[in-house]
């Protein structure tokens, strides 16, 4: 169906045509644009023949362009039309322990090949129809990022609750037999894809190889929220060691054999473990951060180079709330930090995640009430808190809770810093 431009840059090759905003893009060379990655990949020919739906009827149009040329087109939506959802009912889904009452946002389950090459999103290949698939192949959409979990067919079937979820795996194939770059996703739940079970999976999906990149794996998250869902429990520490161990040994023998680790555990794991995070060597270009893989190793090499750097802190009491699990990281680089310069005054407040229960200790699912509970008396003269905690344009926590009341009811100017060691650094310059 067509899609409504939105706008028309001024002075543009778009412009000249006399092409407007509200006019409807049919086609480019004889091709329907359906979305932002119809538009991206036909555009890129240098001679256009571009259909429009105006308000005067259908109006037909060339363009030349030069091969990077942008013609001026603008649209409201990447997506174009509606985004689409997820059909699969996984056991671990951490969307079905979502309390009730917030806002609808964050109960839609994404499930679109779309925006996993548009902004990294992982897929479960289980909504693909055979026109999206020859697609991806034809435009050669590239990487595409999978949520596998297992490769035993009956498994993923019985852990993401569809029917199809075993036979979707055959995708995964198609793609890389067409050269189509893969990056993979486990989200690993004691008893059910761990163990053996693993060891498996990384064996199969070590012949995806060249084209299969980087596998991550993560352990499941539980809410206090699971009731009516299948039983689940956390990895006990031993078994955390267990998944480490044989990830490691795939990674080592991956490394000798295709010159890349290509597995590797998220740093949850290592902390639970409490077995030391690996140097930064070891994740390679770090391409698995988003999955929390090398997050602390990298957050503290950008840290200590700071450090090296030097700068002039002023001496600001400052504050920090943060999700239990990145604590004692934080209170190290702060240690580090007085030992250069001793007028720095730094205190770190993990943060209990009383909202979503004590088992999430991550500072992105941290609450702005779980914050004003817990940290009113305890803030110096600035708060400091990650990125990661606001959604809606950095300005609420995921409960809803402006910052704006956050910083009013502590009584306390609140800055918002990036995830990042290079932020953290500066910040304690303040």
């Given amino acids: 169906m067509p899609v409504v431009i939105d706008s028309v840059e001024e002075k543009s090759l778009a412009a000249k045509k006399k092409i407007c905003p509200g006019d409807l893009l049919v086609s480019i060379n004889g091709h329907s644009i359906e979305d932002v990655l119809d538009y991206q990949f036909y555009v890129q020919d240098t001679k256009l023949k ?26 409201s939506d990447y997506l174009m039309d509606k985004q689409h959802s997820c059909k699969n009912k996984c056991i671990f889904c951490f969307i079905d322990q979502m309390p009730p009452g917030l806002r609808d946002t964050l109960y839609f389950k994404d499930d679109d090949s779309r925006l996993s090459f548009l902004f990294g999103n992982y897929i479960t290949l ?19 990022n999978i949520s596998v979990h297992t490769m035993d ?15 979707s795996l055959k995708i995964m194939r198609r793609f890389a037999d067409a050269g189509i770059a893969l990056n993979a996703q486990l989200v690993l739940c ?26 991550a794996a993560v352990p499941v998250g539980l809410t206090k929220y699971r009731e009516g869902l299948e039983p689940l429990r956390l990895f006990t520490k031993e078994e955390c060691a267990d998944v480490i161990r044989r990830m490691n040994e795939m990674g080592d023998r991956m490394l000798k054999e295709e010159g890349t680790r290509l597995f590797y555990p998220s740093d949850e794991f290592y902390l639970k473990a409490e077995l030391p995070l690996p140097d930064d060597e070891y994740y390679e270009d770090c391409s698995q951060l988003e999955n929390g893989v090398g997050m602390f190793t990298y957050f503290c090499k950008q840290f200590d180079e700071s450090l090296e750097e030097g700068g002039n ?8 709330a943060t999700g239990r699990l990145s604590e004692p990281l934080l209170n190290t680089c702060i240690k580090k930090a007085q030992e250069k310069y001793p007028q720095i005054h730094a205190e770190v407040y993990g943060i209990r995640n009383d909202f979503f229960g004590e088992e999430i200790t991550v500072a992105g699912l941290v609450t702005g009430q779980d914050i004003l509970k817990q940290m009113k008396g305890n803030v110096g003269e600035l708060l400091l808190i990650p990125s990661s905690m606001l959604r809606s344009e950095r300005d609420m926590f995921l409960d809803d809770v402006p910052l704006e009341q956050v910083s009013k009811e502590l009584n306390v100017p609140i800055k918002v810093i990036e995830c990042d060691g290079i932020a953290f650094f500066e910040a304690l310059m303040l």
Avoid: W
Avoid at 126 to 143: A, K, V, W
Avoid at 153 to 167: D, S, T, V, Y
């Fill in 50 to 75: 571009i259909e429009l739906k105006t308000e005067k009827g259908t109006k037909k149009l060339t363009i030349r362009k030069k091969e990077e040329e942008d013609i001026g087109l603008e649209f």
């Fill in 126 to 144: 289980t909504n693909l129809t055979e026109h999206e698939i020859q697609r991806i192949i034809e435009m050669h959409i590239s990487p595409v």
């Fill in 153 to 167: 067919p009956e498994l993923r079937c019985r852990m993401m609750n569809n029917r199809f979820a075993g036979e």
């Fill in 190 to 215: 004691p008893g059910y894809n761990d163990g053996e079970s693993l060891t498996k999976t990384m064996e199969e999906l070590a012949t995806y190889r060249p084209s299969l990149q980087s596998v």
């Fill in 313 to 320: 802190p002023k001496g600001t009491h400052l504050t920090i």
